[in-house]
């Protein structure tokens, strides 16, 4: 014997329900990428800030290791 209306009615509900529950936890998982997103793309920039930096500062000048005096005078 086929299912009733209302048979079918209520699956079609309970399958509706499971979907809008999947999305609303896609949904969490997709924010929690972005944040994580966001985050590692502040810690690159930074980094980037930092070596730029690096390559920036002007270098010590260079000294010979035989003009140093040794450690004792």
Same mark, same amino acid.
């Given at each position: 014997?086929?299912?009733? @209306?209302? @048979?079918?009615? %209520? #699956?079609? #509900?309970? /399958?509706?329900? $499971? &979907?809008?529950? $999947?999305?609303? /936890?896609?949904?969490?998982?997709?924010? @929690?990428?972005?944040? &994580?997103?966001?985050? /590692? %793309?502040?810690?690159?920039? %930074?980094? @980037?800030? /930092?070596?730029? #930096?690096?390559?920036?500062?002007?270098?010590?000048?260079?000294?010979?290791?035989?003009? #140093?005096?040794?450690?004792?005078?």
């Amino acid at each position: 014997m086929p299912p009733s @209306e209302f @048979e079918r009615l %209520t #699956e079609v #509900e309970v /399958q509706l329900s $499971h &979907l809008q529950r $999947h999305v609303e /936890q896609l949904d969490g998982v997709i924010r @929690e990428l972005g944040r &994580l997103a966001d985050r /590692q %793309t502040r810690k690159i920039l %930074t980094l @980037e800030n /930092q070596l730029k #930096e690096l390559r920036d500062k002007p270098r010590e000048a260079a000294i010979d290791p035989l003009d #140093e005096k040794p450690p004792h005078y």
